[in-house]
């Protein structure tokens, strides 16, 4: 346990390491918003209540940013869950831009492993692009799996219903992570080799966010500091959180695969 710990934190003092979370959150800054219109867009073109999906999310998010994002997916929103042909296209065009935040993942991967890139570029973008839908797919499915829930629970005792809630939403995180470890990387990896890794960011992401949230909605007024910018400080700070704990899980699995390799030479 030691040398693996070791071998982590000198495997995160790597600059190339430690630049990872600001290039994660970058890609997740441009790929958030868009994602966020295409989802909603879609669920006000099948005329899908949000009530209860509106209720879930600001369980795990501050309240400012539910708010802004609410305000902002509203605004972005006017004109267009009426004109198929105009959600179509504008579905194309974010893609692209969506793609970006899975791209960013797939060069974390590249630069930790110190892997090269043996597919031309639009083959890379494509299989970026392929993923996001399958994720998509996946978080569509786990939004209703958790907004049924949050029904199905609404009798229960209050502690019960946490509870559930917070198994079945660990549950979802941990497959969403899963996937996208498995998917991600240039060179397939084994089941026990993405485990670990899987299991700390799924923990670190539960963590992380609960407590940014608690910090966010209870302790710290970032208005006082940034004034009109503190929703983007807010967003932003979540992200490199998020980037840090997604790159904790890409190199806890490196190290230890790096470690079965030396163990079995």
Known sequence: MS??????????????????PEVLAFNFMMALIPLLIIFFQILAFLSIETTLLDETITQYLPSELYDFMMEFLETAS?????????????????????????????????????????????????ASILT?????????????????????????????????????FTLVCFTFFFLLFKLAPNKKKALRQL??????????????????????????????VY???????????????VGWVINLGIQLN?????GCDVNNE
């Open 195 to 224: 485990l670990p890794g899987c299991i700390l960011t799924t923990t670190g992401f539960i963590i992380t966010t609960t407590v940014f949230t608690y910090y966010v909605d209870r302790l710290a007024n970032f208005h006082l």
């Open 3 to 20: 040398t693996v710990k070791q071998f982590l934190m000198c495997q995160l003092k790597k600059k190339e390491i430690q630049a990872i």
């Open 132 to 168: 996001f839908f399958l994720l998509l797919g996946f978080s569509a499915f786990a939004t209703f799996l958790i907004t049924i829930s949050h029904v199905f629970l609404t009798y229960f005792h209050p502690v019960l219903k946490t509870t559930v809630e917070l198994i079945i």
């Open 254 to 258: 490196y190290v230890l695969q790096m």
């Open 78 to 126: 006017l004109g267009f869950s009426n004109n198929p042909l105009l959600i179509a296209v504008t579905v194309c065009t974010l893609t692209l831009t969506i793609s970006k935040g899975v791209n960013g993942i797939f060069k974390a991967f590249l630069i930790t492993y110190d892997e090269t890139v043996d597919v031309p570029g639009y083959k890379q973008r494509l």
């Open 227 to 241: 004034g009109s910018l503190a929703i983007i400080i807010i967003l932003l700070t979540w992200l490199y959180l």
